[in-house]
């Protein structure tokens, strides 16, 4: 069985500040894929970054980066001098590899960015 | 990535009307797409998955009979919600199944009064 949790619930920061989402996963496969996705208030889902297992270098873009480390089954995702517009809810989420594999989402952290 | 597009965005329908919704991939074929649900403040979660040219196959505790899924088509799968009643009033959202990648279509508001 697969599991994802995401012990942060809301979070609220003030703009500029950094702040981590953190992401703790479980799963007995071996080869799987992790997930992050933004979702505004519109309600699309927005695709961030996706890492799969024997990958575990860690990733910047822009203001945004990921630290993945296998040995504690964490993807955490850190937004640098956040903005406003960073508020929405983010998901983290897993897959594994096969036929039909499914999604599984943690149950989302709310960030707000106060100016 | 691959396009999906989902219709409607959003509609509102009395209690005991249908409503279908309607997912395509626009630049590939998708054999298999998931429904996911998702109701307010909360996360994702899996529905039904839909096969094309077979039965779709349900989580545990949603209606079949009462969430229709067909999926005809490699490039069409859509959800009919029937009999709607206000509880089934939440944000629905189809992905196709890709073997490494996970997009989704823009999403469904549905409520229902």
């Known amino acids: 069985a697969q599991k994802v949790t995401q012990a942060q619930t809301e979070i609220s920061v003030v703009e500029k500040e950094d702040v981590t989402l953190d992401c703790v996963y479980e799963t007995r496969d071996t080869t799987y894929y992790l997930f992050w996705y933004k979702q505004p208030p519109s309600g699309e889902l927005v695709f961030l970054i996706r890492r799969n297992s024997f990958d575990e270098q860690n990733e910047i873009s822009g203001r945004y980066s990921w630290n993945f480390q296998k040995s504690t089954s964490s993807f955490n995702f850190t937004i640098t001098a956040s903005q406003v517009v960073d508020s929405a809810v983010y998901f983290c989420?897993?897959?594994?590899?096969?036929?039909?594999?499914?999604?599984?989402f943690g149950k989302g952290i709310t960030l707000s960015v106060r100016p | 990535g691959a396009v999906v597009s989902q219709h409607p965005s959003w509609v509102i329908c009395k209690s005991g009307t249908s409503v279908k919704i309607e997912c395509r991939s626009l630049?590939?074929?998708?054999?298999?797409m998931f429904w996911y649900r998702q109701f307010p403040k909360q996360s994702l979660m899996l529905m039904a998955t839909s096969n094309e040219g077979s039965k779709a196959t349900y989580e545990q505790g949603v209606e079949k009979d009462k969430f229709l899924i067909n999926h005809a088509s490699l490039t069409l799968s859509t959800l009919t919600v029937t009999s709607a009643h206000p509880e089934d009033s939440s944000f629905y959202i189809c992905?196709?199944?890709?073997?490494?990648?996970?997009?989704f279509g823009q999403g469904t508001r549905l409520t229902v009064v």
């Open positions: 989420a897993l897959k594994y590899t096969g036929a039909n594999s499914k999604l599984t």
């Open positions: 630049d590939f074929q998708a054999t298999t």
């Open positions: 992905s196709p199944f890709l073997e490494r990648e996970a997009f």
